[in-house]
């Protein structure tokens, strides 16, 4: 949709989950704000599609059939092909097709009075003392904060000034469809499935969704060749090449949070992937993206408030509540990469690794808390 207005208390660039969380909260508010996108919505976005039971806390609304499964199983193999289940009492883990979710959060916005317009592409974003100017291939608009949530490749965040240096990872995922003489996803259903070290320094993954399978491999590493080699060598080790059929084959960035960096200036901040929020040992980024949507929209409702403008107290709080854990999460990525037999043996008679993974994924513990409880004997890498 289009709309005459242009200037506006907030902007937000990008109708992911960082966007659209952002401008649900903002517009719960009560603020004006208009939200760009450069697609046509709803769009296929490549995403595992997993939210996890911390992320899911975070929506003050129902899924409904934006569900696609509900897993209790996780899966988990390390080194040397060993591994071992662990069953929850609640979903750990539900699955979800990007499309339909990051359009119920702007349609849940637009409920709201948020201004959604779609189809427009920002070619520059402008900032001066007492507003932002964004130019977009529709017009220019105006506001007196602008967000960027416009992924890692953000336009907003190098148009401001911020990450220049970005940690990035790299994923490749595909759609796998049963063919019509095989058997049925059942064997999936409920569970998740992670293989590390499938891939150098990363991991494979098996999420299941209504009708098919989302399948991928994601490393740590910035550059890999060929990744495209290690994802069909791993459907082919989980014996799905006989029987499924992949579409959508995509490969993307992904970037890895845990630097200490800088995520405003005076008017414009960087939520989700455009602030480099996905987990340093899993690239997951769905919960930070909604979390730093939620903290942005906080900070941005208190600074408008006329009470004490200052958008720096949204870089500490993204470095207290989230980066900072993400410096523990980088000693477990050389645990989980890194395992040695001795310490495999270890951590599975003390069910340690699945456990803490489950607790972690759950929101019961941090990666801090997570790595106070590992024996020391753990880190024989």
């Known amino acids: ?175 796998m469809f049963p063919n019509p003489d095989s058997s049925d996803l059942t064997k999936y259903d409920g569970s998740l499935h992670l293989d590390f070290n499938v891939i150098p320094k990363g991991y494979g993954w098996i999420f299941p969704k209504k009708d098919h399978l989302s399948v991928g491999v994601f490393t740590t590493l910035p550059r890999i060749k060929d990744i495209k080699k290690y994802f069909y060598l791993y459907i082919a080790d989980k014996g799905l090449s006989q029987d499924y059929s992949c579409r959508s084959l995509i490969g993307h960035q992904i970037p890895l949070g845990g630097r200490n960096e800088i995520l405003n200036t005076e008017r414009g901040l960087l939520v989700g992937d455009a602030a480099g929020l996905a987990d340093p040992i899993t690239g997951e980024g769905i919960y930070f993206a909604l979390r730093s949507g939620q903290i942005a929209a906080e900070v941005i409702e208190r600074s408008l408030a006329g009470f004490s403008y200052n958008l720096d107290e949204y870089t500490e709080k993204i470095r207290d509540e989230i980066l900072e854990d993400f410096r523990y999460a980088g000693y477990l990525a050389k645990l989980l990469y890194n395992l040695s037999f001795v310490s495999y043996n270890l951590a599975r008679s003390l069910d340690i690794v699945n456990e803490g993974f489950i607790k972690v994924v759950s929101g019961e513990y941090s990666y801090r808390e997570a790595i106070k409880r590992l024996p020391g004997k753990m880190f024989m890498v």
């Open 1 to 175: 949709m289009n709309n005459s207005h242009t200037e506006y208390d907030v902007i937000i660039v990008g109708s992911g989950p960082a966007g659209g969380m952002c401008v649900y909260e903002l517009s719960k508010r009560g603020l004006s704000v208009l939200l760009l996108e450069k697609e046509k919505l709803p769009r296929y976005k490549v995403c595992a599609g997993g939210l996890t039971k911390k992320a899911v806390e975070l929506l003050s609304f129902e899924l409904g059939d934006v569900c696609e499964n509900h897993t209790h199983v996780v899966h988990l193999t390390l080194k040397h092909k060993r591994g071992f289940s662990k069953a929850t009492s609640f979903p750990l883990v539900t699955m979800v097709m990007r499309d339909r979710f990051d359009n119920l959060l702007i349609q849940k916005s637009a409920e709201k009075g948020a201004h959604i317009q779609e189809q427009t592409r920002v070619t520059s974003v402008e900032e001066f003392p007492d507003h932002v100017l964004v130019k977009t291939d529709k017009g220019d608009f105006h506001s007196k904060v602008v967000v960027g949530a416009d992924g890692v490749t953000s336009l907003v965040a190098r148009s401001l000034g911020l990450r220049k240096n970005a940690k990035l990872g790299v994923a490749v995922e595909g759609e």
